[in-house]
């Protein structure tokens, strides 16, 4: 089991570390999307100052309301301009403390291209499809954000798929009942 740190609220509710005093930003779910076929695997450059440049998967945050495959479907149609059909899960990879000062939980899907043109958005100026050489050369020197990237690219080499049955959607809890 690992150690867990107690947190301190704050006179705003916030959350604070107890080792540095500094607010602690809540645990981000993304949905990714692994598109990889004869042109290579699809990747995205984000514009965001905290990404600092580098590639990623087309992904993003999960919604209040959305599935999974949902946000990795809009994910995909947002950074890309692409539709995608969002196949098996092939991981989930937590990152404990992100480089922005959070955590993360990311689900990284397979997906394959059902219709659309490239297109880029302010908020992602390039979307490209790279080779296998490229995606080596970029993880080695750390131009691909998100360490789950590559671990993610073996699982779907792999053939690696998380059963559905392990996705389970609930509705919300009722409230109590009274007697």
Not at 1 to 10: D, N, Q, V
Not at 36 to 44: C, K
Not at 108 to 119: N, T
Request: some cysteine; hydrophobic content about 35%; glycine content about 8%.
């Amino acid at each position: 089991a690992g150690s867990r740190m107690p947190l301190h609220g704050t006179s705003n509710g916030d959350q604070t570390d107890p080792v540095d005093n500094q607010p602690r930003t809540p645990t981000q779910v993304a949905c990714s999307n692994i598109v990889l076929d004869d042109r290579g695997l699809l990747l995205v450059r984000e514009a965001k100052p905290s990404a600092l440049g580098r590639w990623s998967l087309p992904a993003g945050k999960l919604e209040t309301g959305e599935t999974l495959r949902q946000a990795a479907a809009r994910e995909a149609l947002e950074e890309t301009g692409l539709t995608v059909d969002v196949g098996p899960l092939v991981g989930i990879y937590h990152c404990p403390a992100t480089l922005e000062g959070g955590s993360a939980i990311n689900f990284v899907f397979r997906s394959v291209v059902l219709a659309g043109q490239i297109r880029t958005t302010p908020e992602h100026p390039e979307a490209v499809y790279v080779s296998r050489e490229t995606v080596d050369v970029l993880l080695a020197t750390h131009q691909i954000r998100g360490q789950h990237i590559a671990h993610a690219i073996a699982a779907a080499d792999a053939g690696h798929e998380i059963p559905d049955q392990y996705i389970v959607e609930v509705p919300a809890s009722p409230p109590p009942t009274t007697t």
